[in-house]
């Protein structure tokens, strides 16, 4: 069954290309490369998140994306008043807000927007005004997705590490369960009128159930492309992905 609401899309995300270049210190490899390679390869968007510590994108790396791209940057972010104005600067077509701790490797939970509803309420409503598409990075919990609607969010994107990480350490209880409440928030989530994306640790073997989703509009997925990129060619890795995504979708 195809989705009512049509193709899948996918996001790319090349922080980790960065991450390998500033390993270094110099210019190689060039994430504005990787996303051009991405694009071709079929991508919809490109994903970078902008950390506070700026471990992967740097600032030069956004204003080369956004110069470069002809699809939509999704620009991950942080809720500081930092990068609030480096978003207000660029209008990027999507900011998708994310926790952020400096001692994590990645980003490990989604956002508490139940417990910081005002704030954020306050911290969005420039980035929409500037005609930015926000998204908020949850987990797929029902009081964060109400959260995320009344403080005026378009999107959703439901964290699926959970879900990957059990797969991958063969806790296939807890992965069910994860999968579970993924679909079912999705659905909710759709229900109240907000667009749902999910990213995080998606891999070839985890990606098929949440294509599957049929409100899922939009996945995420960075790292283990990357990784595969070292042994198949950034080009054939992403084409594989979109080729799961498809056959899961039809
Ligand atoms: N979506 C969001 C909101 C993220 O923060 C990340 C990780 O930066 C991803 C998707 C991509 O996750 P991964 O790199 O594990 O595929």
């Keep these: 069954m195809t989705s009512p609401l049509g193709r899948l899309r996918l996001g790319v995300n090349i922080d980790h290309v960065a991450t390998v270049r500033n390993a270094r210190g110099g210019d190689t490899p060039d994430p504005l490369r990787a996303a051009k390679i991405a694009e071709a390869a079929g991508a919809d968007g490109i994903t970078a998140h902008l950390r506070e510590d700026r471990?992967?994108?740097s600032d030069a790396d956004i204003e080369g994306l956004m110069d470069v791209l002809e699809v939509p940057l999704n620009f991950e972010m942080a809720a500081?008043?930092?990068m609030q104005a480096i978003a207000l600067r660029h209008k990027p077509h999507a900011v998708c807000i994310v926790p952020e701790k400096r001692e994590e490797r990645?980003?490990?939970g989604g956002l508490e927007v139940a417990r910081e509803e005002n704030r954020l309420a306050h911290f969005i409503a420039p980035l929409r005004d500037a005609g930015c598409r926000v998204s908020i990075f949850i987990a797929a919990?029902?009081?964060q997705i109400e959260a995320a609607h009344r403080i005026g969010a378009q999107v959703i994107e439901l964290h699926s590490g959970a879900y990957c990480d059990a797969h991958h350490e063969g806790r296939f209880e807890d992965r069910d369960r994860e999968l579970d409440a993924m679909r079912e928030m999705s659905a909710f989530a759709h229900g109240l009128g907000l667009e749902v994306h999910v990213g995080?640790?998606?891999t070839y073997e985890t990606v098929a159930p949440v294509a599957a989703f049929p409100e899922v509009m939009e996945l995420n997925i960075g790292h283990f492309l990357i990784g595969e990129a070292i042994f198949l060619g950034l080009d054939p890795a992403?084409?594989?992905m979109r080729r799961l995504m498809d056959e899961a979708r039809a």
């Design 106 to 108: 990645t980003t490990e």
């Design 238 to 240: 992403i084409r594989e």
């Design 200 to 202: 995080h640790g998606l």
């Design 55 to 57: 471990r992967h994108i």
């Design 80 to 82: 500081t008043d930092e």
């Design 141 to 143: 919990d029902k009081r």
